[in-house]
Structures are given as structure tokens and as C-alpha cells.
């Protein structure tokens, strides 16, 4: 977790609160990926925004059919841990955001779509939003841990972002921001997705341009991103 | 129970510090917060502030009795403003008390905070709380003694000859306000080498705290070690008998 730090702070001035952006990390990363990887500290406190990094391994962010609740676990428990114990950070929808790139894409779709009532902002950064491909087109020794996590077939109504946004009810939607790098090799279902949401009206933009499925992308994105999240510079 | 390991810049020290928070966060399980005191616990020479977290059991001890623990590093200052180096003293009191509840959800004002601390780092507890009874209700040192004759404290890099009235204990404790005197609770081990410093820093503030202030002094078994650390920092915060919830407000 990084909280922005007052530059000039000393007892007796007044309490600086700030909204909270959950960011996810992608596959074979942890809660450490964001900070080692870029300058997301710096980007926090040029916002002044809170930056909660948690990890669920490989978990795809989902309550696994055969694992770990990691979904219920990244929805609701680290929201209401970090709000009980810190007392710097804004409550409510529209202080609070999700972040997250490739898997953690997908992770951050599935909270702002699933929990739109206690998230009012997306950025997703290079998304894995096919879980169809994912589940039924994995080679051979993926197989069974696609599976451990989805289970044998997709429940399109908690696992598809596509047929979650389809669903969502408008006032509730969330407001979104997806990047993806043209030779990233999730470039289909990005746009794929990108235009599932325009058609849906959804308060959408996305961006598109060279760029690959790494840190130097997801960077110099996430840099721009922050730019939406309400903070002040 | 949440441990929480903290980088954060000081500005009075003009660089960043890494302490530990010991948040019981079970204490919010009813939908509100029922901590009930905040103890600013000091490590002694040699240490940081991963001492008691390595060497105690601290976070069991704050959990059963529902206090939240905040461990700072302190280097070799002796918890003053240095002579020559860092203002410890100064970030202590003034910056990282006033910080910590701005941060996390944890108990503040006089009534509520504790400072605490064991070798250097009691005598720091001592230090602070008498030099700030405003802040402080109450004090515990362990091991430790006002005058404090070793070669791990670098002294000569804390203070010299002639300039050390803003931080000389026995100066502070004669002119502290009577009417808000902190509780002090100061226990050494019977083996301890700071056993007669302890003894006349005993006589010397019984005779300021006199027959009506909260002064208690014990010598138990044990020596100048982690083993006497821990059951004494165990048995202090249980001591405490925290009061129930409705008591305090």
C-alpha cells in the first residue's frame, strides 16, 4: 500500500484524506509487481490518490472453483480492513477505484462490473476479458488449472465481463479507461471488449497504440490513467 | 491482528523512517473501534524497530488487550535531539504522535497513550513522557536508569559537556507540572548491569512524585535480555486493566 505524503506536513495541520485505487497485479506477479516494476509511488502522490496493492497469486481474482475465495477476498475484505484500520482514506463509491493489467485486467472488470455500487472507476490495462478462450482453448497442460479456477464450464453471470456489462443497470455503471498495445497478443479481445462497452453506451475510452505486453506500456499507461481518478495535482 | 511495516518521511529528521504497527483490527468487528490505548514502544541500543516484533510476542500481548502498538526507530540517539546527528526527540513527540492518528484508526490524546521502551529506549520513555506529561499518561521503562554509563550509547555524539539542559531528566522531572504527573512504572531484572543506575533513578523520582503520584518500581529476576523483556512487557500491558470500553467515553 502506498498513501501520498503531505510534502510540507507537520502536527496541528489539518487531516488530508484520499480516495483508494485497488490495483491488481497480473499473472505470475504479486503485490509487489506494481512497485519494483514502476513509478506507481510517485503517480499515488502526484494524485494524492491511495494505492492498495493485494495479491491473489494465480487466482485470477475469482472465488475458484476448486481454490482460494479470492474474488469475496479483493471485493469485500480489503475494503473493509483497510477502512477499519486507516483512517486517511475516503469512503464510498465515488472515492473508491480499481486498477489492474492483463490478468488483473480482467479482475478489475469483474469488481467494477460485479461491485459497481462500491466502485465508480476502472482503468484496465491490457485485460484478459475472453475467459471462453481462456478455459476451452488453453493448451493441454493448462488445462486443468484454468479449470481449478473457472470450473468446467463459464458461469457467464459471475465470470464473463461481456455478459456482466451487458447486464449492469446504467445508473450503476462504472466509468472506464482501457489501454492496450497494438502488438500485445490480447489486442483482439481488447478491442473486443472496448466495443461490447460503446455499444452498451458505457461512459468508455480507449487507447491504443505501440506498445507491448509489458512494463513499459503498463507505466507509462498507468501514469496517464491516474490522471482520471479525481485527484488533484 | 494486522502487522504493519511502514515507510514514511520525517520531516524533521529530513529522510524516510521505517517503523511497525501492531492493529488489532479485530477490534472493529462490532462496527466500531474498541481500542483503547495506543503504546509507542522504543527499542533499546543496537536495535530498530523490528525488535519486539523479532524478539516479543508484542502482537499477541496488544491483541488480548486490545491496544494498538506503534514501534518507531529511534538509532542510537537515546530518544534526544542530538548534539551531533538526528532530532529524535523532536520527531518522537512532535511528529510521529501527531502522524500515527492521522493514519490509522488508532486511540489519541493524553489519556489514551502510552510511551514505553526498554534500555536506552525506556530511559527514552522516560525522557519523553516527562518532558511531555501533556502527551503522555503514562510511562513504563524496563532496564534502564537516568544516568546510564555504557559505551553502546554513543554520548559523546548526543550531548555535550555544556549544552544539555533541554534534555537532562532530573532538570525535567524537578519542574514538571505536579497536578499532571504521568504514571511511571519502572521494572529491571535483579541481574541487570543497569541495576543500581535503576535504583537511584528510584530515589530520585520517588522523591518528585512523592506519596500521592503514581510511581512504581520492581525488581524481578532476570538480566538485561529478551527473555526479561518479554514477560515484562507482557506482564506491564496486562497490568494495565484497560477499562471497559464504556468507562472511557
Given at each position: ?24 497485479h ?11 516494476r514502476?513509478?506507481i ?5 502526484d494524485?494524492k490518490i491511495a494505492?492498495?496493492?493485494p495479491?491473489?497469486h ?20 480489503i475494503?473493509?480492513?483497510v ?10 463509491r ?7 493489467l492483463?490478468?488483473g485486467g ?11 455500487d ?9 485485460g ?21 479456477i ?13 455478459c ?8 450503476l ?17 481488447n ?12 461512459s ?14 503498463w ?9 482520471h ?5 | ?29 462490532k ?37 494498538a ?24 513527540s512532535?511528529e ?18 502510552i ?5 536506552m ?11 511531555r ?22 554520548w559523546?555524539?548526543?550531548r ?6 533541554d534534555?537532562?531528566?532530573?532538570q525535567i ?21 543497569f ?6 533513578s ?9 506519596e ?7 525488581e ?11 514477560r515484562?512487557i ?14 472511557l467515553?
Amino acid at each position: 500500500m502506498v498513501l501520498p505524503e503531505k510534502a510540507r506536513g507537520r502536527v496541528g495541520l489539518e487531516r488530508e484524506e484520499y480516495p483508494v485505487l485497488y490495483l491488481l497485479h497480473g499473472m505470475s506477479d504479486n503485490q509487489s509487481a506494481w512497485m519494483r516494476r514502476t513509478n506507481i509511488e510517485r503517480y499515488a502522490m502526484d494524485h494524492k490518490i491511495a494505492v492498495v496493492m493485494p495479491s491473489t497469486h494465480l487466482g485470477w481474482y475469482t472465488d475458484m472453483a476448486r481454490g482460494f475465495r479470492y474474488f469475496t477476498y479483493i471485493a469485500d475484505e480489503i475494503p473493509q480492513t483497510v477502512h477499519r484500520m486507516f483512517s486517511c482514506l475516503k469512503q464510498g463509491r465515488e472515492h473508491s477505484f480499481v486498477g489492474g493489467l492483463s490478468m488483473g485486467g480482467y479482475g478489475a472488470a469483474m469488481l467494477a462490473l460485479r461491485r459497481s455500487d462500491c466502485f465508480s472507476k476502472a482503468i484496465l490495462l491490457s485485460g484478459a476479458y475472453d475467459i471462453y478462450k481462456r478455459l476451452h482453448q488453453a493448451p493441454k497442460q493448462r488445462k486443468k488449472y484454468f479449470a481449478n479456477i473457472f470450473g468446467k464450464e463459464v458461469d457467464a453471470s459471475t465470470q464473463d465481463p461481456f455478459c456482466l456489462a451487458e447486464k449492469l443497470e446504467e445508473r450503476l455503471r462504472p466509468e472506464i479507461w482501457m489501454y492496450c498495445g497494438r502488438d500485445d497478443g490480447l489486442l483482439e479481445e481488447n478491442r473486443r471488449f472496448y466495443e461490447t462497452l460503446l455499444r452498451l453506451d458505457y461512459s468508455v475510452s480507449y487507447e491504443e497504440d505501440a506498445g507491448k505486453h509489458d512494463w513499459d506500456f503498463w507505466d507509462a499507461k498507468i501514469k496517464s490513467a491516474m490522471q482520471h481518478l479525481g485527484g488533484k495535482r | 491482528m494486522a502487522w504493519i511495516q511502514m515507510t514514511s518521511f520525517s520531516e524533521v529528521l529530513g529522510m524516510d523512517v521505517d517503523l511497525n504497527v501492531c492493529l488489532p483490527n479485530s477490534a472493529f468487528d462490532k462496527g466500531e473501534n474498541m481500542l483503547l490505548a495506543s503504546m509507542y514502544l522504543l527499542h533499546g541500543a543496537q536495535g530498530n524497530c523490528d525488535d519486539f516484533i523479532r524478539r516479543t510476542g508484542i502482537e499477541r500481548y496488544a491483541k488480548e488487550n486490545n491496544i494498538a502498538v506503534v514501534m518507531p526507530s529511534g538509532y542510537l540517539s537515546a530518544y534526544q535531539d542530538m548534539a551531533f546527528g538526528s532530532n529524535v526527540y523532536s520527531y518522537i513527540s512532535e511528529e510521529l504522535i501527531g502522524q500515527m492518528p492521522k493514519i490509522f484508526r488508532i486511540p489519541f490524546g493524553r489519556e489514551q497513550q502510552i510511551i514505553a521502551g526498554i534500555s536506552m529506549g525506556g530511559r527514552g520513555a522516560l525522557l519523553i513522557g516527562l518532558k511531555r506529561p501533556d502527551l503522555f499518561s503514562k510511562i513504563a521503562c524496563f532496564s534502564c536508569g537516568i544516568d546510564m554509563q555504557t559505551n553502546l550509547i554513543p554520548w559523546d555524539l548526543i550531548r555535550t559537556e555544556t549544552d544539555n539542559a533541554d534534555f537532562d531528566i532530573r532538570q525535567i522531572a524537578r519542574n514538571i507540572d505536579k497536578e499532571h504527573l504521568p504514571e511511571i512504572y519502572m521494572q529491571i531484572g535483579k541481574d541487570d548491569m543497569f541495576l543500581e543506575s535503576a535504583r537511584e533513578s528510584q530515589k530520585f523520582l520517588k522523591k518528585i512524585y512523592g506519596e500521592k503520584g503514581r510511581f512504581f518500581y520492581g525488581e524481578s529476576d532476570g538480566g538485561h535480555d529478551w527473555d526479561f523483556w518479554d514477560r515484562a512487557i507482557r506482564g506491564y500491558i496486562d497490568s494495565l486493566q484497560l477499562p471497559k470500553r464504556n468507562d472511557l467515553y
